[in-house]
């Protein structure tokens, strides 16, 4: 059974007693510990089920490796599922659950899935959900939904009350991992002058020295790791972070780091978790190596895990996993941990060793010890369901179809060798060369991450570099160079010498024994958490998946929430042995950041409630609160939609504003339409390849129509295009495009066209803008004084800046209602006085506010299209009826080729029309026109769709707008629109513009 030690345990304090529960049984841990090491010292082996077949799961690691010991913590608004034992500090109070059984852990009816292995091997599910095909609605889809997932999802009405928070930072040199090497680079690159942080993900620092034995100068490691981190603290030029994990490199050295401030700390009122948002100018990796499993049947099994792992427990815990343990190993580095285990006074039964005859320092120790070391062995099966009760040893170069011994034990510790921690490395674009000595990929130090000069910015040192044995004179040559390259010139003191024991050459063994049958390797567990099987591999192999990338995604291999960090090397070495290829062929699969799960709030911090997508007002929000607005979500703003009177009703209130818009002086908040400003001497060229037409040969004080495509072709925004002066120009957008568009033009310049001198700025909120619209505005604006509005004075499509009524005004002569319309642009501190005044001198004019549905209708009944209604991605300008707006003398413009393209020169595309019902009535929104025939699946195939519609207070009918096949061509004939169920509607193809279609009212 699995213990507490009656002494030792370098990481707690026994004097803490810390109470927690598991599955509502009361435990007790010490400070220091993990859950996983407080779990096994109460001789809690199972913890949870696998994935697919619920077999038993116990702790196989001691770190964010971890595949197998998952629970679920806390409850209520705080529970959290799929947490990792091996990486949660123990506190008072905690409270854990399993995952993944029913109806208990115990007894798990789900692990009848273990009887029928047969029937769910890989890809099974491809396999077998197909047919019959009605099957797939009512009886598979529902039982694969309640089986998938390990943890159960929080309540949907649980409200996280914990606070998170965000912190951008900078440093010239960041280095991940607090172990030996990191310590070192740290001290070296902060001593030569640079300005250093350091990141650890545990809650300590020295990494695994201080368990392996590691001595510095011939004295022990405990007191050069305090040392150091003496000297580190004292350093203005150094920031230290435990408990700090890094999460992802990218682009121009942004990494982001994800510290759990407070996890330990529940009670705590600082942040639960912190997201590091840091721009290095150099990275150091030093993250270290991971121990790789062996894969023998029932390696499973709870009770058996990575040989350092136990002695992780067993040292920085005082946990011993068992009472009799069996090592099993290829390589002397598990010979510690039966040595380790020996000297606590934990029964040793044998070191079963692969090679065939390990003479090495290590096992030599061991020998000297009294350990049975046996050769050329390897193990053939473990005993036991919900913890181990024994092992079967045989040859290992034999089929296994007979056992040689057998060992009666509670513990298995196993050691496959080392891989080094690559991810960070290769996150973004750093090459990765196979190790054959160590069978392990490791960083190419000729092929780094590249920054935006072509130089590398990441550097690996120790471990993680491939180097398992003596780090620091590597760890300080990594973090001069680091400070150096930087231009830092101060001197560094040179390192000290450690010392580990030399370790022989190990033997790769990726199936144990090499030789084995079937039914062995049906039992031989690759990934712990999704089940998947040697057996499982070597199927996908067979079946074709030869691509690493397939096979993965085919079997689910690393798919889990380890990522792989365990099964991957072994997963890679079995699909090789199967195609008959060396492992280096075959490749890796894509390491992706975050290197461990990101807590959600994390990412979020503070966007959250009333934050998370803040609420914009425009300066007349206000007013528009206290006169009866019903509000319109438009992307982050809130516009009225209609302005209610008392017992009015919507259709009645956009009536109202329509009629009067068009008869007398309507008011429209266009604060929120997008305003950015262009300039420098290449704005004109910059603008002439964002927009289909012309926008150079623009005079100032003139406004020009423009369309925006993306590369595709596909039409995304438009706007007026106002140009202030021979370098600078005013570019209204959409008004949930603004934001989109500002990043579309900075990603073009900063990526694209980076020597064009341009510069933008977002200028939407320094301004409210109001439409004055209808018959009368002229005669309102005149009124206030001022500038020369008149006809000949601002022609339609010009603009002025002057002084209205005392305002200090921009006033675009543009219409998006057909009308006379003024849209004047004030400060934003003004917007609200002129806005009064405006109601104020054209209170006997019949001056009227009117909201965006009274907009959408009056633009309609012109014709003009609006972005997100006509457009949906797919839409070119062609397909609108805009060729106008597309320049034939212009080379280039994005979108150009890609309108070009085949099927966007099809005739059977379908194009904006007019539509008009038989009886008048309104189209519902969106509404297929459908064709009698039918399709290969019996659906009805349709030649259209209903993009905007409307009824027409002004015309006294529905009016609607729609894009159908060969529209334009077609003008007169009746479609047929599906309505409700079965019935249909008739309408017909008509112009788009159904008012004014001269223009006349718009030109007065």
Not at 658 to 671: M, Q, W
Not at 717 to 734: E, K, P
């Amino acid at each position: 059974m699995s213990h507490r030690l009656a002494t030792g345990g370098r990481l707690i304090d026994r004097a803490q007693v810390q109470k927690f529960t598991f599955n509502g049984k009361p435990m007790n841990g010490f400070k220091g510990d993990t859950l996983a090491a407080s779990l096994l010292a109460n001789d809690q082996m199972l913890l949870g089920r696998s994935f697919k077949y619920h077999r038993p799961r116990g702790v196989v690691a001691s770190g964010a490796e971890e595949p197998n010991a998952l629970v679920g913590l806390s409850r209520g608004d705080r529970y959290e599922p799929n947490q990792r034992t091996t990486t949660t500090e123990v506190f008072d109070g905690l409270v854990a659950e399993s995952q993944n059984h029913w109806p208990s852990l115990n007894f798990d009816m789900m692990a009848l899935n273990n009887l029928v292995p047969q029937f769910l091997t890989a890809g099974f599910y491809y396999k077998t959900f197909i047919q019959p095909r009605a099957f797939w609605k009512h009886v598979y889809e529902p039982i694969i939904r309640r089986s998938a997932g390990l943890g159960k999802a929080p309540k949907q009405d649980a409200r996280d009350p914990d606070t998170y928070e965000q912190i951008y930072a900078f440093c010239d040199v960041l280095v991940i991992g607090g172990g030996i090497a990191g310590l070192q680079a740290a001290l070296t690159a902060a001593q030569a002058g640079a300005k250093v942080c350091m990141w650890e993900q545990t809650d300590h620092w020295g990494g695994r020295a201080p368990v392996d034995g590691v001595e510095i100068d011939g004295q022990p490691i405990e007191a050069w790791i305090n040392s150091t981190i003496e000297a580190l603290e004292k350093m203005d030029n150094v920031h230290l972070r435990l408990r700090c994990m890094g999460a992802g490199v990218h682009d121009h050295g942004y990494m982001l780091g994800y510290e759990r401030v407070s996890d330990h700390l529940p009670k705590s009122d600082a942040p639960r978790h912190r997201l590091w948002r840091m721009r290095a100018r150099q990275i150091i990796t030093a993250t270290g190596a991971i121990e790789r499993p062996l894969s023998f049947a029932g390696n499973d099994v709870p009770g058996v895990m990575l040989a350092s792992a136990m002695r992780d427990y067993l040292v920085n815990y005082a946990v011993a996993p068992g009472q009799e343990v069996v090592v099993v190993t290829n390589n002397d580095d598990a010979y510690r941990t039966a040595i380790a285990l020996r000297r606590a006074g934990v029964g040793v039964a044998a070191v079963i060793d692969a090679r065939a005859e390990p003479s090495g320092e290590l096992p030599q120790q061991a020998r000297a010890q009294g350990i049975r070391v046996l050769t050329g062995r390897g193990i053939r099966k473990v005993k036991g369901g919900k913890r181990v009760t024994g092992v079967e040893i045989c040859r290992i170069d034999s089929k296994g179809t007979a056992f040689t011994e057998k060992f009666d034990c509670d513990a298995v510790a196993m050691s496959g060798g080392w891989s080094p921690v690559v991810h960070l490395w290769s996150h973004c674009g750093g090459k990765l060369i196979w190790d054959e000595a160590g069978s392990f990929f490791r960083p190419d130090p000729e092929r780094p991450p590249l920054g935006a000069d072509g130089a590398g910015f990441v550097r690996v040192c120790g471990s993680a570099a491939g180097a398992l044995g003596a780090v620091l004179a590597d760890a300080h040559a990594c973090g001069l160079s680091a400070a150096q390259i930087l231009g830092a010139t101060a001197n560094s003191t040179p390192p000290a010498t450690d010392t580990v024991a030399t370790n022989e050459p190990m033997e790769p063994v990726w199936m144990m024994p090499r030789n084995a049958e079937y039914d062995l390797r049906m039992k031989m567990w690759l990934d712990f958490q999704n089940d998947v099987k040697v057996a499982d591999v070597q199927l996908a192999a067979r079946e074709g998946y030869q691509s690493v990338e397939h096979t993965k995604r085919y079997t689910t291999l690393g798919m889990a929430t380890d990522q792989g960090k365990l099964s991957n090397i072994n997963g890679l070495a079995i699909l090789s042995d199967a195609l008959g290829q060396p492992i280096p062929a075959t490749g890796t699969t894509t390491f992706r950041p975050p290197y461990t799960p990101i807590s959600l709030a994390a990412i979020a911090g503070e966007a959250r409630g009333s934050i998370f997508q803040p609420l914009r007002r425009t300066p007349l929000h206000d007013w528009h609160e206290a006169n009866g607005a019903d509000w319109e979500p438009v992307g982050q703003w809130r516009r009225p939609y209609t302005y209610l009177r008392t017992g009015e009703k919507r259709p009645d209130s956009v009536n109202r504003e329509v009629k009067n818009a068009r008869e007398n002086i309507g008011l429209l908040d266009a604060s929120t339409l997008g305003k950015i400003l262009v300039s420098g001497p290449d704005a004109g060229r910059f603008l002439d390849m964002l927009y289909t037409n012309m926008m150079s040969s623009l005079k100032p004080g003139k406004c020009r129509y423009g369309l925006m495509c993306n590369e595709n072709g596909f039409l995304m925004d438009d706007g007026v295009v106002a140009r202030i002066d021979d370098q600078s120009f005013l570019v209204h957008t959409t008004s949930g495009g603004a934001d989109h568009i500002h990043a579309w033009m900075e990603d073009w310049l900063q990526c694209e066209w980076w020597d064009w001198k341009v510069h933008t700025i977002n200028l939407t909120e320094q301004f409210a803008q109001i439409a004055v619209v209808g018959p009368k505005a002229r005669t309102l604006l005149e009124r206030l004084g001022g500038m020369d509005v008149s006809r000949d004075a601002l022609p339609f499509m010009d603009w002025r800046e002057g002084t209205l009524g005392g305002f200090n005004a921009r006033v675009f002569r543009i219409s998006f209602s057909g009308e006379l319309s003024f849209e004047v642009a004030v400060p934003a501190s003004q917007g609200r006085a002129f806005w009064d005044r405006l109601l104020a001198e054209g209170a006997d004019l019949g001056i009227m506010p009117y909201g965006t549905e009274a907009l959408h209708i009056l633009r309609a009944e012109k014709g003009f299209i609006m972005i997100g209604d006509e457009t949906d991605g797919t839409v070119i300008p062609q397909d609108l009826g805009l060729n106008w707006a597309i320049s034939k003398k212009k080379e280039d413009f994005l979108g150009k080729r890609g309108m070009e393209r085949e099927a966007m020169l099809s005739p059977t595309r379908w194009k904006l029309v007019g539509l008009q019902t038989l009886d008048g009535s309104v189209l519902p929104h969106g509404a297929l026109a459908v064709r009698p025939e039918k399709n290969a699946n019996g659906q009805a195939v349709t030649e259209g769709r209903v993009t905007s519609t409307y009824y027409s207070a002004t015309l006294g009918r529905g009016i609607a707008m729609g894009l159908v096949e060969r529209g334009p061509d077609r003008m007169g004939e009746e479609l047929a629109f599906a309505g409700d169920g079965d019935t249909r509607i008739k309408a017909r193809i008509v112009d788009t513009v159904l008012y004014d279609k001269e223009g006349e009212k718009q030109n007065v």
